[in-house]
């Protein structure tokens, strides 16, 4: 095989074969002007479709989106450029340029998605989109779609075939393995269950307390992402459990390390690092850790880094990777009582339509309660800030230039942001709907 089997693949940006050679010299092949421009309509139409394509169909489960969903959609432009040129000049596309897609399902296969799920891939995207050309094409276009059907299956049977032999045929390696391997353990030590012996065998002795880290990285760039991945499972002794959207890791503490805050700044380090080197800046991520004294105390703290991660990504910390210092009083705010997020809602709610007073009011507490620099901030006279937050006072009963209706204002913001975010939140979701972390509340 040609393809690398295994690292990094660098896959060209898809290239926009409507406008190619093959499309202007497509009369030389005795192609009417009526089905040229019918395959140009698909090829465009097929690309559309491509648009939040990891939402209708997410790729792999067993992978961090972030890791490939930009690689995914860039290889899905690929098989539908080298398919539509296929159709136009009759000829099959040549094993070079089928390389870049089949070193790509080659890095999944490394990153640890089993090779039944990158062929399903296949067959489920090329499903998905046949289906969306399907609707509402013109005469001419479905009887493009069903004269391309057994091409399409000769396609899909050659690229997946190639795929398959690459896989098997890829040097042996024990990284997968390994990988694999700590994956397993660390999912047992989550769910509060003592490992298996035989995966046991296979990795150093476990540490007798661990940092729990949660990461969520919030962008596309899949390289960048991999790279930050990749810091993570470098860490000697780390347990990493890789989820659609997250990450959770297993970091050792050292025994003197009690509160895991030398082990947390370790961490931000060697994450920070991720800046240097080819892939340039690290991908902007939110991640909340939490100390687990034993093992037992492990499906606990999971609970925790999960929703300081929560609270970070809504903006509460400043740091990238916060701990429980960092978002002390949101963390209060999310695990109050229902009747307390009632409340806080309903003081929130007494601003809907007054979009001047709220953002006054926001700024206000932005700047930490300094009406001055709120003023310069909104390019205000202060006296115009205080008037404005003396009309919040009026309409919610608390006021915000008082310590105590400051702090008020200042959690119901909190509340309004967890609710706005809880679609996608990993904190944990009470029957109720009401978003509440299941740890035992802190008193700010």
Known sequence: MACPCFGEVSLPPHTDLSRGDFYQNASSTGMTANRKMALENLHRRAAGVITGFSDQLPPYQQTPAALVEEDFVLGVHRNIDLFIKSMVTGVEPSDAELEPVVALALTRHHDGVPLDSILDAYRSGATLIWSRLSEGSTPDEQEILIAGAGQLMRYLTRITARIAVACTQAPASDLPDR??????????????????????????????????????????????????????????????????????????????????????????????GARDGMLGSPPAYAGGAFSAASHAEIPSAVEHAHLICTLNQIGESTQTLASLDDVVFAYSVATAAAEVHTRYRQISAVLDGHDLLRATLWTFLDHSCNAQAAARALHLHRNTISYRLLKVADLSGHDPLTFEGARVHAAARIAEHLETHRSRTMASLPVGGTLQGKGPAINA
């Open 179 to 272: 990988d694999d391997t700590a994956r397993t353990v660390a999912v047992a030590l989550l769910r509060g269950q003592a490992p298996q012996s035989w995966s046991l065998a296979h990795l150093p002795p476990l540490a007798s307390r661990y940092l729990v880290i949660t990461i969520c990285p919030l962008d596309g760039d899949a390289g960048a992402a991999r790279a930050l991945y990749q810091r993570l499972v470098a860490i000697p002794g780390a347990l990493v459990a890789p989820e659609r959207s997250t990450w959770t890791a297993l970091v050792p503490q050292q025994t003197a390390d009690t509160d895991g805050q030398r082990t947390l700044e370790s961490v931000r380090t060697q994450l920070e």
